[in-house]
């Protein structure tokens, strides 16, 4: 496998959540550590922005006191999603909280910044940045990212269109940091499916949006547990930047899934206002591999099917069992 920083060695298992626009929140993260998982969040899902310092206290002050309670399985670190789009009027309040708080992994997307990610490495944070193909992944290696985060096709909400296969190929052909993979990746199975390919980590995001901590309407949970890939549309409409969405949501907004126009990319926003947010509390995103996801649950509950899950496919393919798992 490929060098790890020491925050991110010895995971009970490789799985990175994926921050969601307001579906992620301190709950939900804090649960997500202490399952094992590295959790995180959109800094923009605290509303107002200066509710983001307050919930990383929340975050770091329950997580430390997990720790002191069990030493013998401290909870995995935690993470903070910066969208580095110049429609993000946040950004700079919001990464002098974090540089405040020395975040331990920030995940960096829509835009590489070598005056964010030295910010970051200023405390000894590690960041890891966003990419849909082999050509921006070396842009933000070269900007000064640590680690990628490889969004191939079937990811929820925006999604690149690249076969897993290629993508974590290609870019380790020449990068031997940190990989974290997205795509549909639902069960313990495909978690050791990314590791075959290569990558260090599966990022998983719909998958959490079934449970009780998730900042989800009951319709939206409804529809992760009922829907599969068939119930997912990949359009630019509703950001500007092509996407995974749940139909069920699309036609509840009164639009045809089958018949969606393309977006102006120049309209493309993502600050804090209100107008970003509706988009996101009516059009459902979601992940193609969601038929995995049976009914709401915690997430301690799910994190524990994904680490049975990943245990039994190691043992169909004759791999020594984790005793971390």
Excluded at 66 to 94: C, F, G, M, T, W
Excluded at 185 to 191: D, K, M, Q, T
Excluded at 215 to 244: M, P
């Amino acid at each position: 496998m490929s060098r790890l920083p020491p925050v991110l060695r010895n995971l009970p298992l490789p799985v990175i959540a994926s921050p969601m626009f307001i579906v992620s929140n301190p709950k939900m993260v804090i649960e997500q550590c202490k399952a094992g998982v590295v959790g995180s969040m959109p800094a923009l899902n605290a509303r107002p922005a200066s509710q983001l310092d307050e919930w990383l206290h929340e975050i770091e002050e329950t997580l430390a006191a997990y720790n002191r309670a069990h030493p013998d399985r401290p909870a995995a670190p935690y993470a903070i999603n910066q969208i580095v789009h110049k429609s993000n009027d946040r950004l700079e309040h919001d990464m002098e909280v974090v540089v405040k708080r020395k975040v331990p992994v920030v995940i960096t997307s829509l835009g590489a910044r070598v005056d964010v990610n030295e910010a970051i490495h200023s405390y000894g944070g590690v960041v890891l940045h966003d990419i849909i193909n082999n050509t921006f992944a070396r842009k933000a290696i070269e900007k000064g990212a640590d680690g990628l985060i490889a969004v191939a096709a079937g990811a929820g909400g925006h999604a690149g269109i690249k076969s897993p296969f290629a993508l974590v190929q290609e870019i380790r052909e020449w990068f031997d940091g940190p990989i974290a993979l997205s795509g549909a990746i639902a069960n313990g199975g495909a978690i050791l499916a990314t590791e075959a390919l290569g990558a260090d980590f599966a990022y998983i995001g719909s998958a959490f949006i079934a449970t009780h901590e998730a900042r989800a309407s009951e319709g939206y949970k409804q529809a992760i547990v009922e829907g599969s890939s068939d119930d997912i549309v990949y359009s630019s409409l509703f950001t500007g930047v092509h996407g995974n969405y749940l139909k069920t949501s699309i036609r509840n907004a009164g639009l045809d899934p089958d018949r969606l126009p393309e977006s102006d990319p120049s309209k493309m926003s993502f600050g804090g206002g209100e107008g970003s947010k509706k988009a996101w509390k009516d059009i459902w995103g979601s992940g193609q591999g969601i038929s995995a996801v049976k009914e709401v649950v915690h997430v301690a509950d799910l994190v524990a099917r994904l680490k049975r899950e990943y245990a039994q496919a190691r043992e169909r393919l004759g791999l020594p069992a984790l005793a971390t798992v």
